[in-house]
Every structure is written in C-alpha cells, then in structure tokens.
C-alpha cells in the first residue's frame, strides 16, 4: 500500500488547489470573453437598428415635407387655374350682355315685325352658337387645370408607391 506522507498530503493538495484555481481563472477569463462578444454584438445590433430607425425616420420626414410642397404646388395651380376660368366666364358674360345689348337696341329701332323676327333669330342662332364654344373651351380650359393641379400629387404617388415597393435594406 501506499503511503501518505503530511508532506505528500500537502503538495496533492497544494497541485489539486493549483488546478482548481486554474480551471475557476480560466472559466472566469472565458465567461467575460463571450460577455464581452455578446456585448459587442448587442452593441452592434443596437446601433445598426438604431441607424435604420433614425433614416426610415429622416425619410419619413422628407416624404411628409416633398408631400406638402407638392400640395402647395397643387393648391396654387388650381387658384390660378380657377381664376383664369372666372376670368373667362366673366368676359364671355360681357360679351353676351353687350350683344344682348346691341341686339335690343336694333329691335327697337326695326322697321318692320320681319326685320324683328330676323333680328331676333340672328341674335339666338349666334347666342347658341357663342354658348356651344364657349362652353367647349371652358371644358377643355377646366380639364387642362385639373390636369395641371393633379400632376404635383401624381408624381408624389407615384414616388411614394415606388419608395414602399423597395426592399428594407438589411
């Protein structure tokens, strides 16, 4: 059998104690090795959701304010556009009363109920008629404003449609 000896005893378990702190250093140096490396990476991860929130932000904000100019832009056309049609129908009106005008005072002054019934078939085959075109150019002139109006919205649609159609870049 073998013997221990005190001193035996003592270097077995200064060797065990030696080893077992080695392996407690060791678990420790590893253990904070992959703390560190989770941490760098949920530090990394962090800052790259960060980085895409706060763009997806900045381009949130970009679209909310390219929205509003071409709102302003379309709001601007429609007004002028509204106001070049006014401006139409007042001056068509004009020209009606005065030939409303004119015509009346040819009736009064007519010779005979013939020469009346002329005038007063003239006036209204060229009141029609003025009525027809000027109401195809108000229609031509109300389509050409919309159009116009529309078409700062239709491009925002447009770029907005393609914006979301994008993949997330990863």
Do not use: C, W
């Not at 073998?2 to 200064?14: D, G, M």
């Not at 250093?25 to 590893?30: V, W, Y």
């Not at 253990?31 to 949920?42: G, I, L």
């Not at 106001?83 to 009736?107: C, F, H, N, P």
């Amino acid at each position: 059998m073998n013997q221990f000896s005190p001193k035996s005893l003592e270097t077995v378990t200064a060797q065990a104690k030696e080893q077992y702190e080695g392996f407690v250093k060791a678990g420790q140096e590893q253990t904070v090795k992959q703390f560190e490396q989770t941490a760098t990476a949920a530090k990394e991860q962090f800052e790259k959701a960060t980085t895409q929130l706060l763009k997806s932000y900045e381009d949130l904000q970009a679209a909310g304010k390219a929205n509003v100019e071409a709102l302003v832009e379309s709001s601007s056309i429609a007004a002028k556009g509204a106001e070049d049609l006014s401006r139409e129908v007042v001056a068509y009106s004009q020209s009606a009363l005065d030939k409303t005008i004119t015509t009346g005072k040819a009736l009064l002054t007519a010779k005979s109920l013939q020469e009346v019934v002329e005038l007063q078939n003239s006036f209204l085959k060229s009141s029609f008629d003025s009525l027809i075109a000027e109401t195809t150019r108000i229609h031509e002139l109300s389509v050409k404003v919309t159009n116009e109006a529309l078409a700062p919205l239709n491009a925002r649609v447009t770029a907005t449609v393609e914006t979301l159609s994008k993949p997330i870049a990863a």
